[in-house]
Protein backbone atom coordinates (compact mmCIF):
# COMPACT_ATOMS: atom_id res chain seq x y z
CA UNK A 1 0.00 0.00 0.00
CA UNK A 2 1.18 3.29 -0.84
CA UNK A 3 2.07 6.26 0.88
CA UNK A 4 -0.61 8.55 1.41
CA UNK A 5 0.13 11.90 -0.04
CA UNK A 6 0.00 14.04 2.90
CA UNK A 7 1.93 11.47 4.86
CA UNK A 8 4.41 11.46 2.35
CA UNK A 9 5.34 15.70 2.37
CA UNK A 10 5.36 15.23 6.43
CA UNK A 11 7.85 12.12 6.03
CA UNK A 12 10.01 14.32 3.56
CA UNK A 13 10.17 16.96 5.72
CA UNK A 14 9.09 19.52 3.05
CA UNK A 15 6.39 21.33 5.46
CA UNK A 16 8.85 22.29 8.34
CA UNK A 17 8.09 25.51 8.89
CA UNK A 18 6.79 26.68 5.52
CA UNK A 19 3.01 27.82 6.66
CA UNK A 20 3.93 31.23 5.52
CA UNK A 21 4.60 29.52 2.24
CA UNK A 22 1.23 27.93 2.35
CA UNK A 23 -1.07 30.50 3.11
CA UNK A 24 -1.84 29.90 6.69
CA UNK A 25 0.31 32.18 8.34
CA UNK A 26 2.07 35.58 7.31
CA UNK A 27 5.78 35.97 7.05
CA UNK A 28 6.98 38.68 9.22
CA UNK A 29 10.37 38.83 8.10
CA UNK A 30 12.06 40.40 5.20
CA UNK A 31 14.54 37.71 4.90
CA UNK A 32 11.78 34.44 4.95
CA UNK A 33 13.09 32.45 2.12
CA UNK A 34 12.70 28.79 0.90
CA UNK A 35 13.76 26.80 -2.17
CA UNK A 36 11.35 26.80 -4.94
CA UNK A 37 10.50 23.13 -4.61
CA UNK A 38 9.57 23.01 -0.85
CA UNK A 39 7.72 26.10 -1.38
CA UNK A 40 5.56 24.31 -4.11
CA UNK A 41 5.11 21.36 -2.23
CA UNK A 42 4.18 22.98 1.01
CA UNK A 43 1.52 24.99 -0.91
CA UNK A 44 0.13 21.60 -2.19
CA UNK A 45 -0.68 20.92 0.87
CA UNK A 46 -3.74 23.56 1.02
CA UNK A 47 -4.14 24.28 -2.54
CA UNK A 48 -5.12 22.01 -5.10
CA UNK A 49 -3.45 24.72 -7.89
CA UNK A 50 -0.79 25.65 -7.37
CA UNK A 51 0.06 28.31 -10.24
CA UNK A 52 4.32 29.32 -11.36
CA UNK A 53 3.93 32.25 -13.36
CA UNK A 54 6.74 31.97 -15.97
CA UNK A 55 9.59 34.23 -17.52
CA UNK A 56 8.87 32.96 -21.13
CA UNK A 57 11.85 31.48 -23.14
CA UNK A 58 14.48 31.47 -19.96
CA UNK A 59 16.54 29.06 -18.92
CA UNK A 60 17.18 29.69 -15.79
CA UNK A 61 12.57 29.49 -15.24
CA UNK A 62 12.74 25.91 -16.87
CA UNK A 63 15.80 24.96 -15.08
CA UNK A 64 13.83 25.49 -11.75
CA UNK A 65 10.60 23.03 -13.40
CA UNK A 66 13.40 20.40 -14.30
CA UNK A 67 14.25 20.04 -10.76
CA UNK A 68 10.69 20.20 -9.40
CA UNK A 69 9.55 17.60 -11.98
CA UNK A 70 12.53 15.41 -10.81
CA UNK A 71 12.13 15.82 -6.78
CA UNK A 72 10.12 12.37 -5.84
CA UNK A 73 6.83 14.38 -3.94
CA UNK A 74 6.51 15.41 -7.17
CA UNK A 75 4.34 12.56 -8.56
CA UNK A 76 3.02 11.89 -4.84
CA UNK A 77 1.30 15.19 -5.06
CA UNK A 78 0.43 16.53 -8.36
CA UNK A 79 -2.13 14.54 -10.65
CA UNK A 80 -1.70 16.89 -13.69
CA UNK A 81 0.33 19.78 -15.21
CA UNK A 82 -1.34 22.57 -17.19
CA UNK A 83 0.30 24.10 -19.64
CA UNK A 84 0.52 27.57 -21.87
CA UNK A 85 2.93 26.13 -24.55
CA UNK A 86 0.70 22.94 -26.15
CA UNK A 87 -2.33 22.94 -28.15
CA UNK A 88 -5.35 21.35 -26.64
CA UNK A 89 -5.88 19.74 -29.94
CA UNK A 90 -3.09 17.49 -29.92
CA UNK A 91 -4.26 15.78 -26.44
CA UNK A 92 -3.94 12.34 -27.51
CA UNK A 93 -1.08 12.82 -28.85
CA UNK A 94 0.59 13.93 -25.44
CA UNK A 95 -1.57 11.45 -23.51
CA UNK A 96 0.16 8.73 -25.16
CA UNK A 97 3.68 10.56 -25.10
CA UNK A 98 3.17 11.22 -21.30
CA UNK A 99 1.95 7.07 -20.51
CA UNK A 100 5.22 6.01 -22.39
CA UNK A 101 4.03 5.46 -25.77
CA UNK A 102 6.40 5.48 -29.05
CA UNK A 103 5.05 8.39 -30.71
CA UNK A 104 7.15 10.05 -33.75
CA UNK A 105 8.79 13.34 -33.33
CA UNK A 106 7.33 15.04 -36.32
CA UNK A 107 3.85 14.15 -34.41
CA UNK A 108 4.84 15.15 -30.99
CA UNK A 109 6.35 18.61 -32.53
CA UNK A 110 3.14 19.47 -33.55
CA UNK A 111 2.08 20.02 -30.20
CA UNK A 112 3.84 23.51 -29.13
CA UNK A 113 5.11 24.21 -32.89
CA UNK A 114 0.83 24.32 -33.81
CA UNK A 115 -0.69 26.78 -31.03
CA UNK A 116 -2.46 29.76 -31.08
CA UNK A 117 0.91 31.99 -31.01
CA UNK A 118 2.13 30.73 -34.32
CA UNK A 119 3.44 31.48 -36.60
CA UNK A 120 5.09 34.68 -35.51
CA UNK A 121 5.87 32.85 -32.01
CA UNK A 122 6.55 29.72 -31.21
CA UNK A 123 7.19 27.55 -28.40
CA UNK A 124 9.94 25.94 -30.51
CA UNK A 125 12.61 25.93 -28.07
CA UNK A 126 14.87 22.60 -26.28
CA UNK A 127 13.18 23.43 -22.53
CA UNK A 128 9.66 23.44 -23.73
CA UNK A 129 10.28 19.83 -25.82
CA UNK A 130 12.43 19.03 -22.33
CA UNK A 131 9.63 19.52 -20.20
CA UNK A 132 7.27 16.80 -21.57
CA UNK A 133 10.43 14.74 -22.02
CA UNK A 134 10.76 14.90 -18.18
CA UNK A 135 7.19 14.53 -17.56
CA UNK A 136 7.63 10.67 -19.41
CA UNK A 137 10.50 10.18 -18.14
CA UNK A 138 8.91 10.39 -14.31
CA UNK A 139 5.91 8.42 -15.32
CA UNK A 140 8.37 5.67 -16.70
CA UNK A 141 8.36 3.75 -13.29
CA UNK A 142 4.24 4.41 -12.12
CA UNK A 143 1.35 2.28 -12.65
CA UNK A 144 -0.55 4.37 -15.08
CA UNK A 145 -3.17 5.59 -12.13
CA UNK A 146 -0.17 7.33 -10.43
CA UNK A 147 1.02 8.80 -14.15
CA UNK A 148 1.06 12.74 -14.18
CA UNK A 149 -1.26 13.94 -17.03
CA UNK A 150 0.30 16.85 -19.05
CA UNK A 151 -3.19 19.02 -19.59
CA UNK A 152 -2.17 21.21 -22.91
CA UNK A 153 -4.13 24.53 -22.23
CA UNK A 154 -3.87 26.57 -25.35
CA UNK A 155 -7.17 26.22 -27.69
CA UNK A 156 -7.64 23.66 -30.16
CA UNK A 157 -6.92 25.76 -33.16
CA UNK A 158 -6.17 23.72 -36.70
CA UNK A 159 -3.81 25.41 -38.78
CA UNK A 160 -5.77 23.28 -41.85
CA UNK A 161 -8.20 25.32 -41.59
CA UNK A 162 -7.02 28.86 -40.89
CA UNK A 163 -6.54 31.04 -43.90
CA UNK A 164 -7.33 34.72 -42.46
CA UNK A 165 -6.05 36.34 -39.32
CA UNK A 166 -9.43 36.96 -38.27
CA UNK A 167 -9.80 33.26 -38.09
CA UNK A 168 -6.67 32.90 -35.66
CA UNK A 169 -7.36 35.50 -33.61
CA UNK A 170 -11.06 33.71 -32.39
CA UNK A 171 -8.93 31.22 -31.12
CA UNK A 172 -6.37 33.53 -29.41
CA UNK A 173 -9.69 35.33 -27.67
CA UNK A 174 -10.17 32.12 -26.03
CA UNK A 175 -6.76 31.26 -24.17
CA UNK A 176 -7.48 32.25 -20.95
CA UNK A 177 -11.20 31.37 -20.73
CA UNK A 178 -10.32 27.78 -22.18
CA UNK A 179 -7.60 27.26 -19.61
CA UNK A 180 -10.24 28.17 -16.90
CA UNK A 181 -12.84 25.95 -18.32
CA UNK A 182 -9.88 22.80 -18.98
CA UNK A 183 -9.48 23.42 -15.48
CA UNK A 184 -12.44 23.43 -13.81
CA UNK A 185 -13.77 20.17 -16.29
CA UNK A 186 -10.28 18.00 -15.74
CA UNK A 187 -8.94 18.98 -12.25
CA UNK A 188 -11.43 20.63 -9.93
CA UNK A 189 -14.13 18.54 -10.99
CA UNK A 190 -12.34 15.26 -10.87
CA UNK A 191 -11.00 16.26 -6.86
CA UNK A 192 -7.46 16.45 -8.74
CA UNK A 193 -4.00 18.69 -7.98
CA UNK A 194 -2.74 20.49 -10.54
CA UNK A 195 0.84 22.68 -11.16
CA UNK A 196 -0.19 25.69 -13.70
CA UNK A 197 2.47 26.27 -15.51
CA UNK A 198 1.76 29.98 -17.51
CA UNK A 199 2.98 33.47 -18.30
CA UNK A 200 2.40 35.74 -15.46
CA UNK A 201 -0.21 38.01 -16.62
CA UNK A 202 -2.48 34.48 -17.03
CA UNK A 203 -1.77 33.32 -13.15
CA UNK A 204 -2.46 36.54 -11.60
CA UNK A 205 -5.40 36.78 -9.00
CA UNK A 206 -8.76 38.63 -9.29
CA UNK A 207 -8.07 41.73 -7.82
CA UNK A 208 -10.62 44.69 -6.93
CA UNK A 209 -12.68 43.28 -8.77
CA UNK A 210 -10.48 43.34 -12.16
CA UNK A 211 -8.50 40.81 -13.87
CA UNK A 212 -8.90 38.37 -16.90
CA UNK A 213 -6.17 35.95 -16.65
CA UNK A 214 -7.14 32.36 -16.32
CA UNK A 215 -6.20 32.16 -12.98
CA UNK A 216 -9.07 35.17 -12.20
CA UNK A 217 -11.83 33.48 -14.29
CA UNK A 218 -11.46 30.35 -12.33
CA UNK A 219 -11.09 32.22 -8.82
CA UNK A 220 -14.66 34.12 -10.55
CA UNK A 221 -16.29 31.29 -11.42
CA UNK A 222 -15.77 28.48 -8.84
CA UNK A 223 -14.72 30.10 -5.73
CA UNK A 224 -11.23 28.41 -5.73
CA UNK A 225 -8.23 30.45 -5.01
CA UNK A 226 -5.11 28.73 -6.65
CA UNK A 227 -1.96 29.33 -4.61
CA UNK A 228 0.45 31.91 -7.52
CA UNK A 229 4.12 31.81 -7.46
CA UNK A 230 5.60 34.67 -10.05
CA UNK A 231 8.72 34.62 -11.27
CA UNK A 232 10.02 38.14 -10.47
CA UNK A 233 13.62 40.23 -9.89
CA UNK A 234 14.01 43.26 -8.08
CA UNK A 235 17.19 44.95 -6.57
CA UNK A 236 15.82 43.82 -3.37
CA UNK A 237 15.95 40.43 -3.80
CA UNK A 238 19.66 40.14 -5.18
CA UNK A 239 21.03 38.91 -2.23
CA UNK A 240 18.73 35.81 -1.73
CA UNK A 241 20.04 32.73 -3.37
CA UNK A 242 19.02 31.55 -6.77
CA UNK A 243 15.35 29.59 -7.10
CA UNK A 244 14.29 31.11 -3.25
CA UNK A 245 10.35 31.65 -2.85
CA UNK A 246 9.75 34.79 -0.80
CA UNK A 247 5.78 34.51 0.46
CA UNK A 248 4.71 38.02 0.01
CA UNK A 249 2.27 38.43 2.64
CA UNK A 250 3.59 40.14 5.76
CA UNK A 251 6.91 41.47 4.01
CA UNK A 252 7.16 44.22 1.83
CA UNK A 253 6.34 42.81 -1.21
CA UNK A 254 2.98 42.94 -0.14
CA UNK A 255 2.91 46.31 -0.96
CA UNK A 256 5.59 46.95 -3.35
CA UNK A 257 4.44 48.31 -6.75
CA UNK A 258 4.08 45.44 -9.22
CA UNK A 259 5.40 47.79 -11.96
CA UNK A 260 8.70 47.78 -10.42
CA UNK A 261 9.69 44.20 -10.89
CA UNK A 262 11.10 42.31 -13.79
CA UNK A 263 8.98 40.34 -15.43
CA UNK A 264 5.99 41.74 -14.55
CA UNK A 265 3.57 43.38 -17.98
CA UNK A 266 1.42 46.44 -17.29
CA UNK A 267 1.25 46.18 -13.52
CA UNK A 268 2.20 49.54 -12.57
CA UNK A 269 0.77 51.25 -9.63
CA UNK A 270 -0.91 47.34 -8.58
CA UNK A 271 0.41 46.02 -5.08
CA UNK A 272 2.18 42.94 -5.72
CA UNK A 273 0.51 41.03 -3.07
CA UNK A 274 -2.63 41.23 -4.91
CA UNK A 275 -1.61 39.37 -7.52
CA UNK A 276 0.59 36.65 -6.55
CA UNK A 277 1.34 35.12 -3.38
CA UNK A 278 4.94 34.67 -3.82
CA UNK A 279 7.59 35.41 -5.81
CA UNK A 280 10.41 33.42 -7.41
CA UNK A 281 13.75 34.89 -7.12
CA UNK A 282 15.94 33.66 -10.35
CA UNK A 283 18.36 36.32 -10.29
CA UNK A 284 18.48 39.95 -11.83
CA UNK A 285 17.37 40.07 -15.32
CA UNK A 286 21.09 40.83 -16.35
CA UNK A 287 21.90 37.68 -15.24
CA UNK A 288 19.40 35.42 -17.34
CA UNK A 289 20.04 33.40 -20.12
CA UNK A 290 16.86 33.84 -22.78
CA UNK A 291 16.86 31.43 -25.94
CA UNK A 292 14.89 32.60 -28.79
CA UNK A 293 13.06 30.11 -31.50
CA UNK A 294 14.73 29.30 -35.07
CA UNK A 295 12.55 29.77 -37.58
CA UNK A 296 15.26 27.75 -39.95
CA UNK A 297 14.67 24.62 -37.78
CA UNK A 298 10.67 24.72 -39.14
CA UNK A 299 8.70 24.77 -42.24
CA UNK A 300 8.27 27.81 -43.52
CA UNK A 301 4.77 28.85 -42.36
CA UNK A 302 1.76 30.75 -43.81
CA UNK A 303 1.93 34.37 -42.04
CA UNK A 304 -1.35 35.65 -43.34
CA UNK A 305 0.34 39.28 -44.46
CA UNK A 306 2.22 39.55 -40.98
CA UNK A 307 5.82 39.65 -40.30
CA UNK A 308 7.44 37.13 -37.61
CA UNK A 309 8.17 38.86 -34.38
CA UNK A 310 10.54 37.64 -30.90
CA UNK A 311 8.97 35.54 -28.81
CA UNK A 312 7.48 38.12 -26.19
CA UNK A 313 8.37 37.89 -22.79
CA UNK A 314 5.50 36.97 -21.12
CA UNK A 315 1.49 36.85 -21.93
Not at 140 to 162: F, K, M, N
Amino acid sequence: MGIARRKFVMISGAGMAMTAVGGTAAATTDNRHYPFTDAVFTAFEQHCLVAVGEFHAHQEHHDALQLLLADPRFCELVDDVVVEFGNALYQPVMDRFTAGTAVENADLRQVWRNTTQSPLQTWDMAEYEQFFRMVRAVNWTLPAHRQVRVLLGDPPVDWSTITTAQQLASFGAQRDSHMASLVTREVLAKGRRALICYGSAHVFHSYRGRGSGAIALIEEQTGERPYVIAAAGHPRLASFPRRSVLACEGTWLESADAGQFDYFPGQCGVPLGLLADAVLYLGQLADQTRTLWNPRHLPRPRLLGRTPAPQRDQG
